[in-house]
């Protein structure tokens, strides 16, 4: 598995790459992490005639509070998330890491990186429709601000425009009682269904949350049926079912559709009861 051949340019700074991107125009892609566009190449499903590589871009690589939320660079890395400081509010985002392919990737793969890439099952996907994140992207144009609902179009299909990278994650809404969990045939495989859930709370009672799910179509989605189920009352176990039966799904492969719609009900089931033990609330 070797790739098609390209020409490989390094990015001193973030306008510097803007710069190669625009210039080099929609043969080129960006490179940070390698983990999934690397593979891709192998496998000659991607085949740009340029890397742009952002990797040294060190100031793309932080996690930081501010007044409207937790921003994260571009280059941080999973394992920068799993090790970092992002407080017990958005303690989800860590608790999350652990279902990120193996220590390896974790350590070079970037959340820039994996949202770009837009994999249907990936973590960070999922994670940014659960929790409302803003994707800010840059190009020659400047920057601008996309919502996460918005950023998504398809099978590794984002709003992104040829000559644009992602510079920054905000996660506006923090969320103590958040839970994802997935399942995959080996530790560290692909997802063939994740379930993330975000509860909130009147005291020690559900008064609504929001449910999402990866592996169920071409993006991460949310919920509207499991999340009226949480806003009425309902129990976990009928959040759950509601959340299932309202799916349109196809058999693909080995996995029926059956089989998935059992994985979500199972899943979700599983993300409500982990949400609501995150920060000791009895169950």
């Keep these: 598995m070797k790739p098609a051949q390209f020409d490989y340019h390094r990015a ?5 790459a803007v710069r190669l991107l625009s210039e080099l125009g929609e043969d080129a892609k960006i490179i940070a992490g390698g983990q999934s566009l690397v ?7 991607s085949r740009p005639g340029h890397l742009v ?3 040294g871009l060190n100031t793309l690589q932080y996690i ?6 937790l921003h994260i660079g571009a280059l941080t890395t999973h394992h920068d998330v799993e090790c970092g400081d992002v407080g017990t509010d958005f303690g989800v985002l860590r608790e999350a890491m652990r279902w990120v392919g193996h220590y390896p990737i974790r350590t070079r793969g970037t959340v820039g990186g994996s949202i770009a890439h837009a994999d249907a099952t990936a973590e960070w996907c999922l994670l940014a429709i659960l929790l409302d994140a803003r994707i800010v992207v840059e190009s020659v144009r400047g920057r601008r601000t996309v919502e996460a609902d918005s950023f998504f179009f398809g099978y590794y299909s984002t709003d992104l425009a040829f000559d644009e990278m992602i510079v920054e994650i905000v996660f506006p809404n923090p969320a103590p009682h958040a839970a994802v969990t997935e399942y995959a045939e080996r530790q560290g495989d692909f997802a063939i269904v994740g379930a993330a859930v975000s509860l909130d709370l009147d005291g020690v009672a559900v008064v609504g949350g929001r449910v999402a799910l990866a592996g169920v179509g071409a993006t991460p989605v949310r919920s509207p ?3 009226a189920v949480l806003a009425a009352g309902g129990t976990f176990a009928d959040c759950a079912d509601a959340a299932a039966e309202a799916l349109e799904l196809e058999d693909e492969g080995m996995v029926t559709a059956e089989y998935r719609r059992t994985l979500v009900r199972t899943l979700v089931a599983e993300a409500c009861s982990d949400a609501l033990v995150s920060q000791g609330v009895p169950t």
């Excluded at 593979?39 to 499903?45: I, Y």
């Excluded at 930081?64 to 939320?69: A, F, H, K, L």
């Design 225 to 227: 049926a499991g999340e």
């Design 53 to 55: 590589d952002v990797g």
């Design 64 to 69: 930081r509070r501010e007044s409207d939320g």
């Design 39 to 45: 593979a891709m190449m192998n496998f000659r499903l």
């Design 12 to 16: 001193r700074d973030v306008s510097g």
